[in-house]
C-alpha cells in the first residue's frame, strides 16, 4: 500500500476544495499513488475510494478512463508515442514502428527486461514538433526521428536520472534560476541532443 508521505500529499490536494467536494481531489490522488507504485490496482482505487468517500465503480472509471494511468506494473519507462493524425502525417507511425523493432516488443508490451513499456497515445497537445512522445507521463519528447529515437533509447536512463536528480533538489512546485518549473507549465530543455518538455503534474 502506499505511505504516509502520499498519505500527506493526499491531504493538501483534499485540502484544495471545499469540504463537500473532495472526491474532486481523484485524478491527483491517482497520480500520486501511481508514482509511488507505478501503477494502479484494484486494492489502491478501493483506498483511495475510502479516502475521498466515493464509490469504488467512481474511483474505478477514472483510471480506467485515463490512458495516463497504468492499470498493470510495467517498464521503468514509459513510452507514449502520438500516433494521432498530425503525427501520422509527420512519420508518428514510423516512430511507433521503429521503437517496437528496435526494443523487440509490440504496442502495449513490455520489454523482457523490465525497463521499456510501448504505448501509443492520443494527442498531445504538439502538433507542430511532431512526431512526439511522452516519457513516464511526464517528459515530452519533440522532432522525434529515428536517428533521435535510437539516441533517446541509448541515453534514457542518465537523462532522466538527471531530470529527476533536478526535481529532488528543486521540488515539484519551485522555481530556480537552472530550472523554472511552474505548477501546471511546462519547460523546453535540451537533454541527450534532443528536444524535450517536462510536464509539471501533481
Known amino acids: 500500500m502506499i505511505s504516509e508521505a502520499a498519505k500527506m500529499r493526499f491531504a493538501t490536494e483534499v485540502a484544495k476544495y471545499p469540504a463537500d467536494q473532495k472526491k474532486s481531489a481523484v485524478v491527483a490522488c ?3 499513488v501511481q508514482q509511488e507504485l507505478g501503477h494502479i490496482s484494484i486494492d489502491t482505487e478501493k483506498m483511495v ?3 475521498l468517500d466515493m464509490p469504488f465503480i467512481a474511483v474505478r472509471e477514472v483510471t480506467t478512463f485515463y490512458n495516463m494511468f497504468n492499470q498493470r506494473p510495467g517498464g521503468k519507462y514509459k513510452l507514449n508515442v502520438c500516433t494521432n493524425l498530425p503525427c501520422q502525417l509527420r512519420d508518428g507511425v514510423k516512430a511507433l514502428k521503429h521503437l517496437e523493432e528496435t ?3 509490440t504496442m502495449g508490451e513490455t520489454t523482457a527486461d523490465g525497463m521499456f513499456t510501448l504505448q ?15 516519457v513516464n507521463d511526464r517528459t515530452m519528447c519533440s522532432f522525434m526521428s529515428t536517428e533521435r529515437l535510437d539516441q533517446m533509447i541509448a541515453g534514457l536512463p542518465v537523462s532522466m536520472a ?3 536528480s533536478r526535481r529532488s533538489m528543486t521540488g515539484s512546485m519551485a522555481r530556480t ?4 518549473i511552474t505548477r501546471h507549465g511546462a519547460v523546453t530543455r535540451r537533454c541527450a541532443r534532443f528536444s524535450v518538455r517536462t510536464v509539471v503534474r501533481v
Open 30 to 32: 491517482l497520480a500520486i
Open 49 to 51: 475510494a475510502e479516502y
Open 103 to 105: 526494443l523487440g516488443i
Open 120 to 134: 501509443q497515445s492520443e494527442c498531445l497537445g504538439a502538433c507542430a514538433d511532431s512526431p512526439v512522445m511522452l
Open 162 to 164: 538527471a531530470i529527476s
Open 177 to 180: 534560476g537552472i530550472w523554472p
